[in-house]
Every structure is written in structure tokens, then in C-alpha cells.
């Protein structure tokens, strides 16, 4: 390669690394072929308990998230439903390793189809078990990254990040990946340096490279004055980080006094179990995502783990929100295949017209509210109709609780601002008791701009002024009315957005557990 070549991309996990690049795509070893259907049945049996095997030895040391993206793997190994659809094709002649890629190239496919984060998420789980069962299959080993290295390639599995021992420091640069991925998520709670969305480059590029995971770049054979750079810039970050975490234990306030809430955002119940409740003033979203996988989940199981959140809380608020499974990643008896996901049947609107399995949440969380201070909110509301008929459904199935004798309680039922139509006439939502400005997707339908497409993630972004001049309106109109307002989406950790939101009158934010620290400390450096 002649000279430096810079790529961008964007930032899944801030931080700086510098180090040889180590090619994640490498070719893999070659299948050999059985003599007999029953023989390559049995193949493929052997290297599904042998991936199965593999995980369970990762899962002995693993905790929080990292344990339970294992779990997640070892069941999805072990369901005949994933397993079904490879076994038949085996029994039509196909060899082991082309049934295994056929049947979860299909399964990936509903995954990465999806408009969902979460579900896009799952993609990289399926891939990592259909390449654990192919390296079985194939005998193949995985060969280990150096230490220090940056690993490179079209995306990472989440066993090869659990695998790495990154106390050497080292990054990830990914030419496609998503800021929403478990390994994302894995790489920022564990101060791992991230980029995706690099776009297409050379093919397996070697050589030393710089990671810049704070802006989204990366530096394929940097220059000398790359590299002086590149410190320069990488010794501000690990100052600012340090002094971000004296922060962390005190209440935020702008360096005027301006007390500001801090809560934090989870996709699963583990994680309060790495936070400590007095770092933050409860929970402003848990996603419920996570509940519905491949099957619907019984009201016991969604009851423990809302009642899991909310006694650790304790007297601080949990904002629930209700499932907001999008409309092409298909749950059994739940979602719809549609043409247009992004703008279909998705959110409060699919758990409307599947009302037998919203009720089954909502009985789930009038009886969690009993164990500490709930609110519900409901996701991607246009219209006050949509609203009422959630609420009239929270209403009855009470009632029928009651009834019944079984204790229950009813929470403060709120809306998700990130439809244009609420964030412009919030007049028309009043009767919710709080709004939760979605950021994430209130600037996605704004701008018209994905933000984990790189080639438009330019245009996604919060600061523009069309979409503070939204934000700024509902914030004044929720004091007017005196209805909360908060902001639940990425902006509301990003140390360059944070003095804008707080100018726009917010005073309550919602951040990612990792980003605690960071967020309190920007808040320190506005001057409201």
C-alpha cells in the first residue's frame, strides 16, 4: 500500500489503538464430503455438541452481558427449529457444511432484514453459531490476534471478541458492523475501541494501522505526522476520560448549578447487576426487546424480570417500554412480514393489532409495578387514538386483576417522542403523564438519514436545527403543561450534543451504563 489511507466510519466504542491489523475474514479450511445422508447427519451432529461444548467452556468465566450472549447462543444451538431445517436438507443429498450455511444464511437474512437495533443485533449471534459449527465441521482452529492488535475484517463474532484478551490493548475496525451490536455493547462496557461502517477496503490490508474510535476513522499505513497526531490526540482522550471519572459518584449539575438527571438505558435485566443505583437516578428506558426471540414470553417470565429492575431500583423510577418489535423480524404470533418495516406495522402499532399478546405484557407489568416506582411508555405514537386504546387496555386488564384478587398497580403511562407528528403538535398527546424523547429515531424520520448507514450517517444528527427546534418545542410545552420531559436516545451521552439538548431545555437524560461517567462530566461544562 503506498502512502496513508484513511477510512471513516463511525464510533461504536470511543477510544484510541495502535497496532498491526489482523485479518478477521481469513479464508477458512475446506469441508470434505461423506459417503452417506447418515454420515453427514451424524457430521453435523458432532460439530453442533462440539460448538455447544466450546460455549459452554467460554460461559465458566463469562458474566453479565457476555454470559448471557452465550446463553443466548448455547439455546439457539440447541432449538430443533434452527437445527430442523439443515438435518432435512442433508436428507436431500446436500453435504453437512452447504445444509448448515443454507439454513442459517436464512435465518441471518430475517435478522439483518429487520429496522429493529435489537434484532439486527441477533444477525451477529446467528453467524457467530453458523461459523462455530463450521470450523467443527472443517477441524478448522481459530488462529489467535496478537496482542495489541486491531482487528479487522467485514464484522467480529461475539466469541471471537470474548476469546481475545485485550488487556494489551488493541481495537476493533469493521467495514460493515453496527453500533447496536452485542459486541458494540461488550466493547464499550469494557473500554474496547470500536469502528463500523468503514465501507469496502483493500483486501486483507497488513501493516500497522491507527484507530481513531472517537471520530469514526481509521489509518491504514499512517505517516510519520499521522502518528504524532494521532497521540497528540489520543493522550487528550485518556485525560478527559480520567477526569470523567471522578464524576461518576456525584450528582450531575452544570458548572452553574443547574441540577440535570441522570438515568441509564438497559436491554436486559443483568445489567443493574454491574450498576451501582446511586451512580444514577433510575432507569429512563428498558427495552423489552429481549423478551421476544424466537417465541413469545409468558407473563411469569416478562413479571421477574420487570420485578428484577425495579426492586433493584428501589424508590428510584424505572421507565419501562412496551415491546417495540419491528414488523419483518418475524416472532411467531406476533409480527407480519411487510414491504416497509421502517414505516409499517411496528411498535405501539403492531402490540395494538396483536392484542392478546400485548395484554400478556401489560398484566406482566401491573404486577411488577407493586415492587417499586414503574412508568410505562409506549413506543413510536402518532396518534392520541393509539394511546388511548393502550391505556384502556392497562384499564381493563387491572381491572380483571383485581378481580381476582391478585395484587396489581397502576403506573404513570407515558409516550416515546420520536414520530414527527408528536414531536410538532405535542398538544395533541396531553394526556400522557410524561413524554420520552426518542432521539435515535426522531432524528433518523427527521433527516431521512439511518445512523448505522455510514454512506448518510452524516446527515443523522441531533445537533442539526430542525430536529433541536423539535426537541426545544416539546421540552417548552411539556414545562408549560407540566409533563416530564426526558430524552432516552445515543444523543443524550454524546459530550458534543449534550450542551445543545440542555439549551433546548432538557433537563433529564438517559444514557447507556458505560457512558455514566462521561455524560456527567459534559454536563459539569455547560454553563446553563
Known amino acids: 500500500m503506498s502512502g496513508p489511507l484513511r477510512l471513516q466510519g463511525i464510533s461504536a466504542s470511543a477510544g484510541y489503538a495502535e497496532g498491526p491489523l489482523f485479518d478477521l475474514d481469513r479464508v477458512a479450511a475446506s469441508y470434505v464430503g461423506k459417503a452417506t445422508a447418515a454420515e453427514e447427519k451424524a457430521a453435523l451432529e458432532s460439530a453442533i455438541g462440539s460448538a455447544a461444548a466450546r460455549l ?28 430442523r431445517p439443515a438435518f432435512a436438507a442433508i436428507g436431500t443429498g446436500q453435504p453437512a457444511d452447504v445444509a448448515w450455511r443454507q439454513a442459517l444464511d436464512a435465518e441471518i437474512a430475517g435478522y439483518d432484514a429487520s429496522d429493529q437495533d435489537y434484532f439486527r443485533a441477533r444477525a451477529a449471534d446467528i453467524r457467530d453459531i453458523r461459523d462455530q459449527v463450521l470450523r467443527a465441521l472443517t477441524k478448522d482452529s481459530d488462529i489467535q490476534a496478537p496482542a495489541g492488535a486491531i482487528l479487522y475484517g467485514e464484522d467480529i463474532a461475539p466469541t471471537r471478541f470474548l476469546e481475545t484478551d485485550w488487556s494489551g490493548g488493541g481495537g476493533i475496525a469493521l467495514e460493515a458492523g453496527s453500533t447496536a451490536s452485542h459486541v458494540a455493547m461488550l466493547a464499550r462496557s469494557r473500554g474496547v475501541p470500536m469502528v463500523v461502517g468503514l465501507g469496502a477496503a483493500p483486501a486483507h490490508p497488513s501493516g500497522n494501522a491507527l484507530l481513531d474510535a472517537e471520530h469514526g476513522g481509521i489509518v491504514l499505513s499512517p505517516s510519520k505526522a499521522d502518528i504524532v497526531a494521532f497521540h497528540q490526540s489520543s493522550s487528550s482522550f485518556s485525560a478527559r476520560r480520567d477526569r470523567a471519572g471522578t464524576f461518576l459518584a456525584r450528582p450531575a449539575v452544570t458548572s ?23 451512580t444514577c437516578d433510575g432507569v429512563g428506558l428498558m427495552r423489552t426487546e429481549f423478551l421476544f426471540g424466537r417465541t413469545l414470553p409468558d407473563e411469569e417470565t416478562q413479571y421477574r424480570a420487570y420485578r428484577k429492575v425495579l426492586e433493584w431500583a428501589g424508590d428510584k423510577p424505572v421507565t419501562i417500554r412496551t415491546v417495540d418489535a419491528g414488523g419483518d423480524k418475524p416472532v411467531p404470533g406476533f409480527t407480519v412480514e411487510e414491504s416497509n418495516p421502517f414505516l409499517g406495522l411496528r411498535g405501539i402499532r403492531l402490540s395494538l393489532a396483536r392484542p392478546e399478546v400485548f395484554r400478556v405484557q401489560i398484566r406482566a407489568l401491573l404486577r411488577a409495578a407493586v415492587h417499586g416506582s414503574l412508568k410505562v411508555m409506549f413506543p413510536m405514537i402518532a396518534v392520541i387514538e393509539e394511546y388511548r386504546q393502550a391505556a384502556a387496555m392497562f384499564a381493563e386488564e387491572q381491572a380483571a386483576l383485581a378481580a381476582r ?3 396489581q398497580k397502576m403506573p404513570p403511562l407515558g409516550i416515546m417522542v420520536e414520530v414527527p407528528s408528536v414531536a410538532i403538535a405535542p398538544e395533541a398527546l396531553a394526556e400522557a403523564a ?19 448507514n455510514a454512506a448518510v450517517a452524516h446527515l443523522n444528527s441531533v ?16 414545562s408549560r403543561e407540566n409533563i416530564p420531559v426526558s430524552l432516552c436516545g445515543d444523543a ?13 431545555g432538557l433537563r433529564d437524560l438517559s444514557v447507556a451504563p458505560a457512558q455514566l461517567a462521561m455524560a456527567k462530566a459534559a454536563i459539569a461544562d455547560v454553563s446553563i
Open 56 to 83: 459452554a467452556a467460554l460461559i465458566q468465566t463469562a458474566d453479565g452481558d457476555a454470559a448471557d450472549i452465550l446463553e443466548f447462543q448455547i439455546a439457539m444451538l440447541e432449538d430443533d427449529a434452527l437445527n
Open 256 to 278: 452553574t448549578g443547574t441540577p440535570v438527571r441522570v438515568q441509564v438505558n438497559i436491554a436486559d435485566p443483568s445489567e443493574v447487576d454491574s450498576i451501582d443505583i446511586a
Open 405 to 407: 384478587g391478585i395484587a
Open 434 to 452: 410524561f413524554f420520552s424523547i426518542g432521539s435515535n429515531d426522531l432524528t433518523q424520520y427527521v433527516m431521512a438519514a439511518a445512523r448505522d
Open 463 to 478: 445537533r442539526h436545527p430542525a430536529v433541536l427546534r423539535l426537541i426545544a418545542a416539546v421540552t417548552a410545552f411539556g
Open 492 to 504: 443524550g451521552a454524546d459530550p458534543a450534543s449534550i450542551p445543545s439538548l440542555l439549551e433546548a
